[in-house]
């Protein structure tokens, strides 16, 4: 068979895999795999993918022939400018965007890059990292090393270097459907984000759930930014929204809307357990609580909340006008955990609660009188947990 054949079948194979496959693990194991066969001898394959995320600069995948697996390996921002990388084979192509080969044998980049000597260690003969270009701009970068004694053949390095477009293909579909969800989970949350990707989005399109709704807000928070500065106070209220997400996701809750100095969030009843979904609820509150004192303590800005708890069947969907939809809950019991919450600073309480919700848990709670809240009928009784962290005044 023609080296052109050899290409051609490979490409196709990389091809199909792509296309039925939504991890790039699996189509890298398919260049693995072909590069074997094609008698490239790999002892280790490479791709590494610029991403676009919040908190990742990119993604490592490396199959090695001693598992026969792929594994991968995020990268955080700020690693595109560590030595690491700057010293990398792979920063040289994503720079010049040209190939790269190091015919190891010889001691080509041996001093340049450090990382060859670890190929080296490992009996490897000869490199290649082959750019790869996709239509969004970015260079991602496609590598290899073999240990076949005195390296590769030029119909080697072109049976490699066919693969490019076909992984740039590969890149840009996954990409594009990592960069889908994590858009749609980081704004709409990890629950709803999938559920709109999976075109849950028209108008009026709602289910009935059941669930521990969670409402709150900043004490005091007019103050603060009076003392501290619209600017300096963006960036405490950063800081404070990352502890209630921290604890609400720890607790299997769902942050759904953020409002100003406010926040909503569920814990959703799986089944008929709604003790689980309130002791989640309750958990997230005591860990925001005890993050909270432990933050104003380290940078000297008291940022406290209080937080209203309440349980009941909530409306679960879209809501809005054709061309603006919000994805949130609605109902009565979501009001209802939005006036128990404003209740917090009267009475000098951390967290309080409904009776429904402390009826929901065998915890104790000591009773903080009955109360009535704007827009219901009748009076609620409201309680506050035994474990509550001591209420901190807004001015220390």
């Known amino acids: 068979m023609s080296t052109a054949n050899i290409d051609a079948a490979l490409v196709v194979e990389v091809a199909k895999a792509a296309a039925v496959s939504s991890?790039?693990?699996?189509?890298?194991?398919?260049v693995a795999?072909?590069?074997?066969?094609?008698?490239?001898?790999?002892?280790?394959?490479?791709?590494?993918?610029?991403?676009?995320?919040?908190?990742?600069?990119?993604?490592?995948?490396?199959?090695?022939?001693?598992?026969a697996r792929v594994a991968s390996q995020s990268r955080p921002w700020?690693?595109?400018?560590?030595?690491?990388?700057?010293?990398?084979?792979?920063?040289?192509?994503?720079?010049?965007?040209?190939?790269?080969?190091?015919?190891?044998?010889?001691g080509e980049g041996a001093s340049e890059f450090p990382?060859?000597?670890?190929?080296?260690?490992?009996?490897?003969?000869?490199?290649?990292?082959?750019?790869?270009?996709?239509?969004?701009?970015?260079?991602?970068?496609?590598?290899?090393?073999t240990d076949l004694p005195g390296g590769w053949s030029d119909a080697h390095i072109a049976t490699m270097s066919a693969l490019a477009p076909v992984m740039a293909l590969a890149v840009e579909?996954?990409?594009?459907?990592?960069?889908?969800?994590?858009?749609?989970?980081?704004?709409?949350?990890?629950?709803?984000?999938?559920?709109?990707l999976a075109g849950q989005i028209h108008r009026g399109e709602s289910e009935r759930i059941r669930a521990a709704v969670w409402f709150c807000d900043v004490r005091s928070f007019t103050d603060l930014t009076r003392r501290l500065g619209d600017d300096a106070m963006v960036t405490a209220m950063d800081g404070w929204f990352e502890l209630v997400v921290d604890a609400v996701h720890?607790?299997?809750?769902?942050?759904?809307?953020?409002?100003?100095?406010?926040?909503?969030?569920?814990?959703?009843?799986?089944?008929?357990?709604?003790?689980?979904?309130?002791?989640?609820?309750?958990?997230?509150?005591?860990?925001?609580?005890?993050?909270?004192?432990?933050?104003?303590?380290?940078?000297?800005?008291?940022?406290?909340?209080?937080?209203?708890?309440?349980?009941?069947?909530?409306i679960y969907g879209n809501v809005g006008a054709p061309g603006r939809l919000d994805f949130t809950?609605?109902?009565?019991?979501?009001?209802?955990?939005?006036?128990?919450?404003?209740?917090?600073?009267?009475?000098?309480?951390?967290?309080?609660?409904?009776?429904?919700?402390?009826?929901?848990t065998g915890r104790d709670f000591r009773p903080c009188g009955s109360h009535e809240l704007r827009g219901l009928s009748e009076p609620i009784d409201i309680f506050a947990p035994l474990s509550n962290v001591d209420y901190v005044p807004s001015g220390i």
């Open 115 to 145: 990382i060859v000597q670890d190929f080296i260690k490992l009996g490897a003969t000869d490199y290649l990292a082959v750019p790869v270009q996709t239509v969004r701009g970015d260079t991602h970068v496609l590598s290899a090393w």
């Open 250 to 314: 720890g607790h299997d809750g769902e942050v759904l809307k953020f409002m100003g100095d406010a926040l909503l969030a569920i814990f959703p009843v799986e089944g008929d357990d709604w003790a689980r979904a309130v002791e989640s609820a309750l958990d997230a509150a005591e860990e925001l609580h005890d993050a909270e004192q432990v933050r104003a303590a380290q940078t000297g800005v008291p940022i406290f909340s209080g937080v209203g708890l309440h349980t009941g069947e909530v």
């Open 33 to 67: 795999d072909g590069l074997t066969r094609a008698g490239l001898a790999p002892g280790r394959v490479n791709l590494a993918v610029l991403t676009v995320h919040p908190a990742l600069a990119g993604i490592g995948f490396a199959w090695s022939r001693a598992t």
């Open 173 to 196: 579909s996954s990409e594009w459907r990592r960069l889908s969800l994590t858009v749609v989970e980081t704004y709409l949350g990890r629950r709803t984000g999938p559920k709109v």
């Open 23 to 30: 991890s790039l693990d699996t189509v890298l194991h398919a």
């Open 329 to 360: 809950v609605l109902g009565t019991a979501v009001n209802t955990a939005a006036r128990i919450a404003g209740l917090c600073k009267p009475l000098r309480e951390s967290t309080v609660v409904s009776r429904r919700l402390a009826e929901s």
């Open 78 to 106: 700020g690693f595109l400018d560590q030595r690491e990388h700057l010293e990398s084979p792979l920063h040289a192509v994503m720079t010049s965007r040209e190939p790269l080969r190091l015919r190891l044998t010889a």
